[in-house]
């Protein structure tokens, strides 16, 4: 996070936290909780957030469907206010790298070691005004 940001994680964890987060609740239980936070830095990072997203692991299909449809729409909203939303997501993981595809962002670089166990990263960016339009395919 450090490397990503150019500021220590517990600055960028606590704008996290203040940057206004908010919690999908799913027939009155809690699913996901998201947010998006400024990147600050260098004049590259100017203009550009971060959304994140942490969902619970046992939602049933249809819900999970219903969540990927719905930040597909979130997404949309954050890009009229940000020209440039970038993330990272674990190499390891091809469900959130298909889904990132999904949302429209390409995938720009990779952050060899992130995160507390210093795994490899790949650094997705999605740029406002990109015309592409979901499909149903390209998630599995």
């Known amino acids: 996070m450090e490397t ?12 996290w936290v203040a940057g206004g987060s908010h919690v999908l609740r799913i027939r009155d239980d809690a699913a996901a909780i998201f947010g998006i936070v400024p990147c600050s830095g260098s004049p ?17 299909r249809d819900d ?22 970038q993330t990272v997501c674990d190499t390891r993981n091809r469900f959130h790298s298909q ?7 390409e995938r720009q670089g990779r952050v060899e070691r992130f995160g507390a166990a210093g795994q490899p990263f790949d650094l997705h960016v999605r740029l406002g005004n990109m015309g592409r339009q979901p499909t ?5």
Do not use: C, H, K, Y
């Open 4 to 15: 990503l940001e150019g500021r220590p994680a517990l600055d960028v964890l606590q704008g």
């Open 64 to 85: 999970l469907i219903n969540l990927v449809w719905l930040s597909r729409l979130q997404v949309d909203v954050w890009q009229r206010q940000w020209p440039v939303l």
């Open 136 to 140: 149903a395919g390209g998630l599995q």
């Open 99 to 105: 889904w990132l595809n999904w949302l429209g962002f």
């Open 44 to 60: 590259t990072t100017s203009r550009a957030a971060t959304p994140w997203v942490a969902m619970i692991s046992t939602l049933e």
